[in-house]
């Protein structure tokens, strides 16, 4: 396997996902030659959410699988919402997503999981069949057991908690950034992480 990355274009602050540069190596390449398209939900500012949508209908009508990297994604909405559209509206045959970044459990657990009623049943199948019964249960044990520990409301309140709290986290290092002749980047479609630029001392030759 060969990866090909695609570069971003940046827009602002953010760099977003080139999706006419997609379609041109995609053609290019021949679908017949393409595993997958591997988009990512969650990304560290300045780099925003993926064009979800529009590389899913991209996929769609080149019949291309494609899968998304929603590593922090589950804890964020906006992200979800993008995961919901592009299943619905074009072609996403699964997203994959850590516990511990989004359960609260220790590292070693992933969620592979499908909206897509027409690519991804058989998708999660063969990957239910490769298992090799020799894993560890404890990142499935770790997950059950928080998730019994939060209930159904507990969860809901972890999500809106976080989501009330991001404005006030923003402003305030916005204010802490200007404070030292910094600023905080615009970057309104990553609700994951945020980017603080960093000037250079005088003198450093950088």
């Given at each position: 396997?060969?990866?090909?990355?695609?570069?971003?274009?940046?827009?602002?602050?953010?760099?977003?996902?080139?999706?006419?540069?997609?379609s041109a190596?995609?053609?290019?390449?021949?679908t017949e030659k393409v595993l997958c398209v591997l988009s990512t939900t969650s990304c560290f500012a300045p780099r925003a959410v993926e064009r979800l949508l529009?590389?899913?209908?991209?996929c769609e009508s080149l019949g291309v699988p494609h899968v998304a990297n929603n590593a922090y994604g589950v804890q964020c909405d906006a992200c979800m919402k993008a995961i919901a559209a592009a299943s619905r509206h074009g072609r996403l045959d699964a997203f994959v997503q850590s516990t511990d970044k989004n359960f609260l459990v220790p590292?070693?657990?992933?969620?592979?999981?499908?909206?897509?009623l027409k690519h991804g049943k058989a998708l999660t199948q063969a990957l239910r069949s490769t298992?090799?019964?020799?894993?560890?249960?404890?990142?499935i044990l770790d997950l059950f057991c928080t998730l019994l520990h939060l209930g159904g409301r507990g969860?809901?309140?972890?999500?809106?908690?976080?989501r009330a709290l991001?404005?006030?986290?923003?402003?305030?290092?916005?204010?802490?950034?200007e404070a030292h002749g910094e600023r905080l980047h615009h970057t309104p479609n990553n609700r994951i992480s945020m980017a603080v630029s960093l000037t250079p001392p005088a003198g450093s030759g950088s």
């Open positions: 396997l060969t990866p090909l990355p695609i570069e971003n274009v940046r827009e602002g602050d953010e760099l977003r996902t080139d999706v006419a540069a997609l190596k995609l053609e290019e390449l021949g529009e590389v899913a209908r991209l590292v070693g657990g992933s969620i592979v999981a499908s909206a897509d298992y090799p019964g020799r894993a560890s249960i404890s990142p969860w809901v309140d972890l999500l809106e908690t976080r991001l404005p006030d986290f923003r402003k305030r290092l916005s204010e802490l950034a």
